[in-house]
């Protein structure tokens, strides 16, 4: 999996990034990471698609979150989030039925992959997919966590709500009723 991010990454060191080829790597179903050099930098894109409906709008909703999220962050790769394919994927096969969430580009300078930089940062971009698969997971978990919590508050007030039954007035063996009092 790191051999298109290592071309692309050395080439990058050594000046000559425009000179390696873009690669699409196939990753999972209906989904492919294109890394494409250039002169001055590799742009990684993810393609990122979801067969069930909750889980694409979870990941539109955190894959923004996670563009802001990554504008605080200090030397890390800026990033975008689009729903259409980026300009860099004009001349990369498509695929004809493809319409993933969205695409995904981290763009990677020279200074992230220096001084022994390289195989952190491709660990990290080869291992974006199960980070992203995680917190997915994690949200639903916690969205249905949440749902639990406030039907079981609503059963409460449901049951508060039933009304109560009348005391039975309680009778002796004779007949007469029974007062305490």
Known sequence: MAAPFDRAFDALREGRGGSVPPAAIPWRKNEVVYVVPQADRVTVIFAIDFTESDERAIAKSFLMEFVDAQRVANNS??????????????????????????????????????????????????????YLHYHLKATKTYMHMRMRKRVVGLLQVLNRAVPEEEAKAKKT?????????
Do not use: W, Y
């Open 77 to 130: 790769p800026p990033c975008t989030f689009t729903p259409d394919a980026p300009l860099e994927l004009k001349s990369m096969p498509m695929p004809p039925s493809h319409t993933p969430v969205g695409f995904l580009s981290f763009v990677i300078f020279p200074q992230h992959v220096d001084r022994g930089r390289q195989e952190k940062t491709i660990t990290l971009l080869t291992g974006f997919r199960n």
């Open 173 to 181: 063996a004779k007949g007469r009723t029974f007062n305490r009092g």
